[in-house]
């Protein structure tokens, strides 16, 4: 029966989405063809067969989830989510190291709806995608951790410090002595802001970078051979943004700030 009902479930996108769409409520069949752009034709054998699983129910024809149908959807709505953001996206998910994510949140993957893959310009190999300093020079506010030095994103720093953006700034041992000796002039600069708050964290398996701003969250991850390659996800949907700064506040809590050199 478990077989079956997986089956039923996942093996028909127009089965899968009608559950999903009867989730909000009871529709007619014509809410139906428009919502799901279908025909008459091809749906009503499918509905046939989930009112015969008992998953949905036709009462004054109108159709509904039955007790059984909604427990389904609450149960495999996160897996179907999950498996939306990963084959949006899956050359990155597969490609990277997923560990240095903590499992609770990868639990909860589903939540990075919307995310958009952003590639090195080969032209500027060395520099920021142009849609990560818009979105950052445009932003209230900015939290960023990083595990890998980038001097492209020093002036960009200083330059939302003096603009009273709030800043949090968070980066590995290793990073931070990098930026503390050769670029000290800079970094005095953004530690004597007040509206800039500066950590640093141990070291062990991090993202490359994780920066949410009132508009964006960015993730980037080594790839599986430990290689930083200048690929993020990016997304400016509301769970993505709450899910990008849970994962900020965690490095955060595994870290210490600093108020001078």
């Known amino acids: 029966m478990e077989s079956s009902l997986v089956d039923l479930v996942f093996r028909s996108d127009k089965r899968k989405n009608l559950l999903l769409l009867l989730e909000n409520g009871s529709k007619n069949i014509d809410d139906i063809k428009n919502e799901l752009d279908v025909t008459a034709t091809s749906i009503l054998p499918q ?33 179907i989510s999950a498996l939306d953001v990963v084959e949006q ?35 500027h190999i060395y520099e920021p995608a142009q849609e990560i300093i818009d979105n950052m020079g445009n932003s209230k506010r900015v939290a960023t951790f990083a595990s890998y030095f980038n001097p492209s994103y020093l002036p960009l720093y200083v330059e939302l410090g003096r603009k009273e953006v709030e800043l949090s ?16 002039d800079m970094i005095k600069e953004v530690m004597e802001m007040e ?35 200048q690929q ?30």
Not at 99 to 108: D, F, G, M, S, Y
Not at 169 to 184: A, G, I, K, M, R
Not at 242 to 248: A, S, T
Request: glycine share 6%.
């Open 47 to 79: 509905i046939k067969k989930l009112i015969d699983s008992d998953l949905i129910v036709q009462e004054d024809k109108m159709y509904s989830l039955t007790l059984l149908g909604e427990f389904i959807v609450k149960k495999v709505k996160p897996l």
């Open 89 to 123: 996206n899956s050359a990155y998910w597969t490609g990277h190291d997923l560990n240095a994510i903590p499992r609770n949140l990868l639990e909860r993957i589903s939540e990075l709806e919307g995310c958009v893959l952003i590639e090195p310009d080969l032209n």
């Open 169 to 184: 700034l968070n980066f590995t041992q290793s990073v931070w002595d990098h930026l503390s000796s050769e670029h000290y």
């Open 195 to 229: 509206n800039v708050s500066l950590y640093v964290s141990r070291e062990g398996t991090k993202p490359t970078e994780i920066t949410i701003t009132d508009k964006i969250m960015l993730l980037g991850l080594f790839d599986k051979n430990g290689k930083f390659d």
């Open 232 to 261: 993020f996800v990016m997304s400016g949907k509301p769970r993505a943004l709450r899910w990008g700064q849970e994962l900020y506040d965690y490095f955060k809590t595994l870290s210490k700030q600093v108020n001078k050199i």
